[in-house]
């Protein structure tokens, strides 16, 4: 079964312990990319990578670092968190660049920092 | 730069009344790609339907539909036969061609179906 998986799904820290929230796909897409969801803001791309060792920054980098060292994984690293990222994090991926190319998204990570 | 407006905060509909969600959209580029999501409470984000903007015909997916009016740069996303479980925030978002890494969404619209 095609599958975007990410973990964990809900996750509270605290101020400036750091944290790693996995994505992972099974599909073999060679882009992914990772998004935050905010009320009235709709979703915005924090980085997204387009190859192994190819990373880039979307909208919202700050505070955000992430690594592509395999195909099939794609970890948003928060160094320092901070409240302002207290937010239900997407991970995406889709197959290529061409603009008609579907994104699926995982199911979500809830964070809460206090 | 693109931009996605979703101008309706909140709808409601009556079951198996037919419902139109608005979308307009702003680009520069020739060529891009419409999307609309669902995200129901439990949050998961599912891909609905895509119209790419040299489509001649407007995209239709079972009960949903994308009128598409290229000129007035809109994609309303149309509901036929409103169920319960369409009960969710509906997204509309815009990948151009020259920056197809991106997808970028509108603020979404709340779809309330009431028996």
């Known amino acids: 079964e095609a599958q975007v998986t990410q973990n964990p799904r809900y996750l509270i820290t605290v101020t400036g312990k750091k944290l790693t929230v996995t994505c992972s796909q099974n599909?073999?897409?060679?882009?992914m990319s990772w998004y935050r969801q905010d009320p009235g803001l709709g979703l915005r791309q924090i980085y997204y990578s387009m190859n192994v060792e190819v990373t880039d920054k979307g909208d919202v980098p700050e505070g955000y670092k992430v690594s592509r060292k395999e195909k099939r994984n794609f970890p948003l690293i928060l160094e320092s968190p901070s409240p302002n990222q207290t937010s239900l994090y997407f991970c995406?991926?889709?197959?290529?660049?061409?603009?008609?190319?579907?994104?699926?998204f995982g199911p979500g990570t809830r964070l809460t920092v206090l | 730069a693109q931009k996605i407006t979703q101008t309706q905060p909140g709808m409601f509909v009556q079951e198996k009344e037919a419902v139109t969600l608005d979308c307009t959209y702003d680009t520069s580029d020739q060529s891009y790609g419409l999307f609309w999501y669902k995200q129901p409470s439990s949050g998961e984000m599912i891909f609905l339907i895509y119209?790419?903007?040299?489509?001649?015909q407007n995209a239709t997916e079972g009960r949903y539909s994308l009128n598409f009016q290229k000129a007035r740069k809109s994609a309303n996303l149309v509901i036929s036969a409103s169920q319960l479980g369409d009960s969710a925030m509906y997204f509309c978002?815009?990948?151009?061609?020259?920056?197809?890494?991106?997808?970028?969404f509108g603020t979404g619209t709340r779809l309330l179906v009431s028996p």
């Open positions: 995406a991926t889709q197959l290529a660049g061409a603009s008609a190319d579907t994104q699926y």
């Open positions: 119209q790419g903007s040299y489509d001649e």
């Open positions: 599909m073999n897409h060679e882009y």
């Open positions: 978002a815009m990948r151009e061609a020259t920056g197809f890494q991106k997808l970028v």
